[in-house]
């Protein structure tokens, strides 16, 4: 088993028809103008179509694709990407800032004030940095890889491209509800981070709630969603015991919302039918300080499963029903 927005044309500037009488006008400002478009084009729009160039390191809106899986061990369903509702933008495992990805200044909304930590799981570079992300972190219980590559689809479609996709629509739906939104990447580092640095980046957040988004990699016929909550741990580096109430919470409010917006069932694997999965040996949920739990948005191994998850119409829907669950968490 595996633990392993929206696109929008940018603006384009106002054409003003050539009149005559401002022809003498209109020829001083062509040079004005054509800076100012240059400029236009340079700095873009974070929700474009990813021709103009980035602002920040957090501008990037999509994933490169590796070998595929969370926490846990490699995994690979069948199905070509969709990413029609993406912004076509990629990753490459580029080498930028590896500080976590802020979002833009809050708009006024019901989560004014908020902040939310978005995990992606994995990165789209881990696989070309196992000796990096196979070390041994503490975990609090013991200790554990850094992180894993992912699992895949059959037909290729990497968990890591999944949740970096899923991550950057709910980044633009909860933005509309006035939140703050941070990530622990945005495949904008080489590798990682680790866990127990995913962990960190929410509590120094102070965040009000953190998701981490992931795809499973279980046997075929092996279908449906799962939420992971923290268990009671205390030890070492570890104490989730004032976490484990609100973990809860939010991760009953995820669950029910992923089931009413996305339609897909809870796992017929895990949780016996409730899409619920208490664990105590997750490193990202056993040094958290603020509620957080995962998501295992389906498992990429079974084909059903897999035409779901490499579907852009899905994967949109599956943002708009974690983020309605973190908002109802929220606001209480």
Known sequence: MSYVGPDFDPPRPPRRPLRSPLTVAVAALVPGALVGWLVWQTVGDPGGDGTAGQSSPSAGRSASQGPGGTEGTAGGGDGKQDDSLGDGRTAGGQERSPSPSASAPAASGPLKGKV?????????????????INRKVDIGTNSKECDTTGTSTNAGYTEAAFTLD???????????????????????????????????????????????????????????????????????????????????????????????????APSNYIGGGTGLDVRKDLGGLNLSTVPKVFIECGNMRDAKDATLLTSGAWRQKAAQGISEGIVSFLRG
């Open 116 to 132: 939310v930590v978005i995990d992606p799981g994995h990165n789209p570079g881990n696989f070309k940095h196992t000796t990096e």
């Open 166 to 264: 899923v991550a950057r629509r709910m980044r633009a739906v909860l933005e509309e509800q006035g939140a703050t939104v941070r990530f622990t990447q945005d495949g904008d580092r080489p590798w990682g981070p680790c866990v127990d640095e995913r962990a960190r980046i929410g509590n120094k957040a102070s965040a009000d709630a953190v998701v981490s988004i992931h795809a499973d990699g279980s046997a075929t016929g092996n279908r449906g969603f799962h939420v992971i909550l923290p268990g009671s741990v205390h030890s070492g580096a570890a104490d989730t015991r004032p976490i484990v109430g609100p973990s809860r919470d939010l991760g009953e409010r995820i669950a029910g919302n992923f089931l009413r917006a996305t339609g897909s």
